[in-house]
């Protein structure tokens, strides 16, 4: 049994190995940039404490400190990890295609561009509409909410975590269409099965938009509300490319053998 592993764990080490080593090199490209990509990140915090500052006159002006020796240093780590991780996904959606790229048919691994640009295309739509949509409504709300009593004093170690667990968490959250087509493209789900699915799957957003996000109502609905719209536009996508079957011909197929079931199958899958 290991003998017959040995080559796919050879091959995935191979392609771990080119993951870790892209984002590796992106690291030190994005620390070389770190200063204007931390500005940029830290952008929407700005607007908001200077929001503070016109909106609570009786309270100091916030400002953004740091409470450890070499914060600043850490801080930058952080940031070109961040950017790294960005600047290597099209490398690291490839290296996933390619291991998995043996099991599929010929017409299948024709999609490793649709996947690769797709996949790219749609963590960056999911990053900024974080950035211009959801953080300006977040960070209004949860810094200027208590601010007439407090002076907000914002940690900068603390920020980039929670800033960056927001991007990756919309990034990701937008992938949904992609994952979808190729389930689909695979035959694993179809259009009936997602729509039987909805109910479900409303709940499941919610859960996941309560785990990505800070808590409070409003960044959660930000994020549940583009989700919801995105698993519509899933179902649409999968009807285009894995229609269900006519409630008729399902009846039919129950009569089929598994044998014959699987055969139909893998000829679907073929064509």
């Known amino acids: 049994m290991f003998d017959e592993l040995r080559p ?7 392609r771990l190995g080119i993951s870790v080593g892209s ?3 992106m690291f030190f490209v994005m620390f070389y940039f770190h200063e204007p990509i931390l500005e940029w ?13 016109k909106k609570s006159v009786h309270a100091a002006d916030g400002m953004v400190t740091t409470s450890q020796v070499g914060g600043a240093f850490f801080v930058a780590l952080k940031v070109s990890f961040f950017a790294a991780i960005i600047g290597a996904l099209p ?4 290296q996933i295609w390619m291991f998995i790229a043996p099991g599929l048919y010929a017409n299948e691994k024709k999609m490793i561009i649709p996947f690769i640009v797709g996949g790219t295309t749609m963590f960056l739509v999911g990053v900024l509409f974080a950035y211009y949509v959801v953080t300006p409504f977040g960070f209004d709300f949860l810094i200027t909410f208590g601010s007439f009593k407090f002076t907000p004093l914002i940690n900068i170690e603390d920020y980039v975590g929670f800033f960056t667990k ?7 959250a937008f992938e949904l269409p992609i994952f979808a087509y ?6 694993m789900i179809d259009d009936r099965q997602m729509r039987e699915f909805f109910k479900y799957a409303i709940v499941i957003i919610f859960v996941v938009a309560a785990f990505l996000t800070p808590p409070d109502v409003l960044t ?6 583009p989700l919801i719209i995105l698993y519509g536009f899933s179902i649409l996508i999968v009807r285009v490319v894995n229609p269900a079957p006519p409630l008729e011909e399902e009846e039919e197929d129950e009569d089929l053998s598994e044998e014959e079931e699987m055969a139909v199958a893998i000829e679907k899958r073929s064509e």
């Not at 796919?8 to 191979?14: C, P």
């Not at 990140?41 to 500052?53: D, S, T």
């Not at 190729?182 to 035959?187: E, I, N």
């Open 8 to 14: 796919h764990l050879v091959e995935l080490r191979k």
């Open 41 to 53: 990140m830290v952008e929407p915090l700005n607007v908001a404490l200077i929001e503070v500052g």
């Open 23 to 25: 984002l590796i090199v």
């Open 220 to 225: 959660q609905l930000l994020m549940a509300g």
């Open 182 to 187: 190729f389930l689909a493209l695979l035959g």
């Open 166 to 172: 927001i991007m990756f968490g919309f990034g990701i």
């Open 91 to 94: 490398i690291i959606l490839a």
